[in-house]
């Protein structure tokens, strides 16, 4: 059974190889969504729309901190299809800093991405959405909102992804009059370019040693999730947070 077929999705940072936004992408794609790929470039963002199964995917270049752009890519997924049934905003970068070492532009860099990113492309989107009377929010939130940063995030990450799960919720309660959904997904350590190279042997034992399943997760675990909660599988779910994480919380 094909989850999204005839859905129109747009996903932010989604052009990196083994990226949970790729992923979601394919994933998306094998389920029937006709899938827009938004990243920083432009050449990038093509070719992971080029790479995916079925046809009508397209890449186009935006910066979410930017609102401008952000009103663009949504204007042109309107002007391509129409409508606009899921947006996932998942373009995320981190910093592994310690409290005292975050200076100004540390903190707008990180927060910008993660928090101003995820409010300026769901306000782009919201009014197609309200209109249609349906659309699901999926945001990138994580582990680090729930206990910390750890060794991959600063506490501004943490900062900035908590304050996603707030705007989630916020979100979701305003938009579900209109059966607009909100949910946000909390993934835990999964193998990423976000997390490729960065520990020692020892730090890696270490992560590992605190996750109950034993390994890292896959880009596609995530990726399920968001299928799960852009498709009407969740279609009474609004304001949750959904944690993939190994059972690293338990
Ligand atoms: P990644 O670095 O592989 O991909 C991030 C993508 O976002 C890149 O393609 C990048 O170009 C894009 N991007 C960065 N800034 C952008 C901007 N201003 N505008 C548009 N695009 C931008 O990262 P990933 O591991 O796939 O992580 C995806 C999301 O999941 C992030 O929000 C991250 O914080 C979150 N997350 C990841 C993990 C993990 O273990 N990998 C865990 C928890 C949460």
Redesign the pocket.
């Given at each position: 059974m094909k989850l999204l077929e005839g859905q129109i999705a747009i996903i932010?940072?989604?052009?990196?190889p083994?990226?949970?936004?790729k992923a979601t992408a394919q994933m998306f794609a094998e389920h029937g969504a006709t899938v827009v790929i938004?990243?920083?470039?432009k050449a990038?963002a093509e070719a992971s729309a080029a790479d995916l199964p079925g046809t009508g995917h397209f890449g186009i270049n935006?910066?979410?901190?930017n609102k401008d752009d952000c009103i663009r890519v949504a204007q042109a997924t309107l002007d391509a299809f129409g409508k606009i049934d899921v947006l996932v905003n998942?373009?995320?970068?981190?910093q592994p800093l310690k409290i005292l070492d975050i200076e100004a532009g540390h903190y707008d860099a990180v927060t910008?991405?993660?928090l101003r990113?995820t409010l300026y492309m769901s306000q782009a989107v919201i009014p197609a959405m309200r209109a249609q009377k349906s659309g699901s929010i999926v945001n990138?939130?994580?582990?680090?909102a729930q206990r910390g940063g750890g060794i991959?995030?600063g506490p501004h990450?943490s900062a900035a992804?908590a304050g996603v799960l707030g705007l989630t919720k916020a979100m979701a309660r305003e938009l579900a009059p209109d059966n607009v959904r909100a949910n946000a997904i909390?993934?835990?350590?999964?193998?990423?370019?976000?997390?490729a190279g960065k520990l020692t042997d020892d730090m890696l034992k270490q992560v590992l040693d605190g996750i109950p399943m034993g390994r890292a997760?896959e880009?596609k675990d995530?990726a399920g999730c968001a299928l799960f909660l852009a498709s009407g599988l969740s279609g009474y779910c609004t304001g949750t947070e959904l944690d993939v994480n190994g059972g690293s919380l338990i």
């Open positions: 932010t940072g989604a052009a990196s083994r990226g949970l936004g938004m990243d920083l470039n990038d935006g910066n979410v901190t998942n373009a995320g970068i981190t910008d991405v993660s990113g990138m939130s994580s582990v680090s991959f995030g990450y992804k909390c993934p835990g350590f999964i193998a990423t370019d976000i997390t997760g880009a995530v």
